[in-house]
T-cell receptor, first 114, second 115 residues
Framework: DAGVIQSPRHEVTEMGQEVTLRCKPISGHDYLFWYRQTMMRGLELLIYFNNNVPIDDSGMPEDRFSAKMPNASFSTLKIQPSEPRDSAVYFC????????????FGNGTRLTVT | GDSVTQMEGPVTLSEEACLTINCTYTATGYPSLFWYVQYPGEGLQLLLKATKADDKGSNKGFEATYRKETTSFHLEKGSVQVSDSAVYFCALSEANTGTASKLTFGTGTRLQVTL
């Protein structure tokens, strides 16, 4: 089992550019979560999917952020346009649907917007 | 809504010292409780969990007991090692949401163990 795979590991971009973060969940997991981690705000849930359908996007900061899950093995988080305050580590996590199945996290994408 | 409160860090200990990281929670219903650990440059990993009152979760020498009367889930280890240096997150799963895996995390406590 390869675990949750995120790419890229590091992204440096200029303000105003579009950024796309990618995630491949563990095969067979039907929940997928996007989190953002910063020193100031800790770990924040942005959005989560169940069976590829977005269930709760109330944590998405604003319209500049969007997430998709076109199939069970792939999800993207897009920021357009990016701003310096978006700099953070973005984590993808997946889990199975049985009761209290633990989250499995990827190693994250460190985004720096200059 | 549900929330988790952890003690502020960093916690600095000498190797073989005893560790306690406090965690208290506020929740409706009967959540499950978790401790996750994050090593530098990595994502969070599940360390242990407890799903009902008085349950004790344990793993790698770490323990935590689900105390409903004090709404607490303190993490303990009798003798820490340098390799335990990491950030530790307490978390709960929201009850009655139909989503077993949606977690609310505490802010994390950084542990540094020195020789």
């Amino acid at each position: 089992d390869a675990g949750v795979i995120q790419s890229p590991r590091h992204e440096v971009t200029e303000m105003g550019q579009e950024v796309t973060l990618r995630c491949k969940p563990i095969s067979g997991h039907d929940y997928l979560f996007w989190y953002r981690q910063t020193m100031m705000r800790g770990l924040e849930l942005l959005i989560y999917f169940n069976n590829n359908v977005p269930i709760d996007d109330s944590g998405m900061p604003e319209d500049r952020f969007s997430a998709k899950m076109p199939n069970a093995s792939f999800s993207t988080l897009k920021i357009q346009p990016s701003e310096p305050r978006d700099s953070a580590v973005y984590f993808c996590a997946s889990s199975a649907s049985y009761g209290n199945s633990p989250l499995h996290f990827g190693n994250g994408t460190r985004l720096t917007v200059t | 809504g549900d929330s988790v409160t952890q003690m502020e860090g960093p916690v600095t200990l000498s190797e073989e010292a005893c560790l306690t990281i406090n965690c208290t929670y506020t929740a409706t219903g009967y959540p499950s409780l978790f401790w996750y650990v994050q090593y530098p440059g990595e994502g969070l990993q599940l360390l242990l969990k407890a799903t009902k009152a008085d349950d004790k979760g344990s793993n790698k020498g770490f323990e935590a007991t689900y105390r409903k009367e004090t709404t607490s889930f303190h993490l303990e280890k009798g003798s820490v090692q340098v390799s335990d240096s990491a950030v530790y997150f307490c978390a709960l799963s929201e009850a009655n949401t139909g989503t077993a895996s949606k977690l609310t995390f505490g802010t994390g406590t950084r542990l540094q163990v020195t020789l």
